[in-house]
Antibody
Framework: EVQLVESGGGLVQPGGSLRLSCAAS????????MDWVRQAPGKGLEWVGR??????????RYAASVKGRFTISRDPSKNSLYLQMDSLKTEDTAMYYC????????????????WGRGTLVTVSS | DIQLTQSPSFLSASVGDRVTITCRAS??????LAWFQQKPGKAPKLLIY???TLQSGVPSRFSGSGSGTEFTLTISSLQPEDFATYYC?????????FGGGTKVEF
């Protein structure tokens, strides 16, 4: 059974840092792209960034709103995905989800087929 | 960035109704358009990907169609468990973007 479990959320002051983790199980972690998506309280979904798979050297992409402040990484030995968040702003307050991305028959990664339950980050003084 | 505009933002419906939600893109995209359902306090759930492919385990009353800049999600006969918020997402171009959501209410 595929499972994604996020952790590491909490209350942090503006300008502070936080590291989120996403523990994956039930599938071959290195084969899949993995993304972070966030949702501010009462708002819609916002894509944060991506870690491609091992075949793509785990390269990353980011939304403009977090580029230069957030870093996505993986530890394949632990089947874990990370989101290092620095220089946090009040507008980063949100539930953060990790999601698995699965390719179609053409090898295009187009299906966010599994999501974790999320971890809440609150940035406030 | 590609903007996705969903309409309506809110939809009042009854059990058994046929419901259609539209997602319009600010520029033409491939068929890499997905639909999600989200219930309060829960993670989004994938319903449709590649515009019209039903995700495994999703009831057949859900269907997707469209191309270019206009896409639709249809629920053929609304069930009590379908009252939720629905989002479209484009996976054609970075940054990936979501529509603003459509809340389906009783």
């Amino acid at each position: 059974e595929v499972q994604l479990v996020e952790s590491g959320g909490g209350l942090v002051q503006p300008g502070g840092s936080l590291r989120l983790s996403c523990a994956a199980s039930g599938f071959t972690f290195s084969d899949h792209y993995m993304d972070w998506v966030r949702q501010a309280p009462g708002k819609g979904l916002e894509w944060v960034g991506r870690s491609r798979n091992k075949a793509s050297s785990y390269t990353t992409r980011y939304a403009a709103s977090v580029k230069g402040r957030f870093t996505i990484s993986r530890d394949p030995s632990k089947n874990s995905l990370y989101l290092q968040m620095d220089s946090l702003k009040t507008e980063d307050t949100a539930m953060y989800y990790c999601a698995r991305i699965t390719p179609n028959d053409n090898g295009d990664y187009i299906a966010f087929d599994y999501w974790g339950r999320g971890t809440l980050v609150t940035v406030s003084s | 960035d590609i903007q996705l505009t969903q309409s309506p933002s809110f939809l009042s419906a009854s059990v058994g109704d046929r419901v259609t939600i539209t997602c319009r893109a600010s520029q033409a995209i491939t068929s890499y358009l997905a639909w999600f359902q989200q219930k309060p306090g829960k993670a989004p759930k994938l319903l449709i990907y590649a515009a019209s492919t039903l995700q495994s385990g999703v009831p057949s009353r859900f269907s997707g169609s469209g191309s270019g800049t206009e896409f639709t999600l249809t629920i053929s006969s609304l069930q009590p468990e379908d009252f939720a918020t629905y989002y479209c997402q484009q996976l054609d171009t970075y940054p990936l973007t979501f529509g603003g959501g459509t809340k389906v209410e009783f």
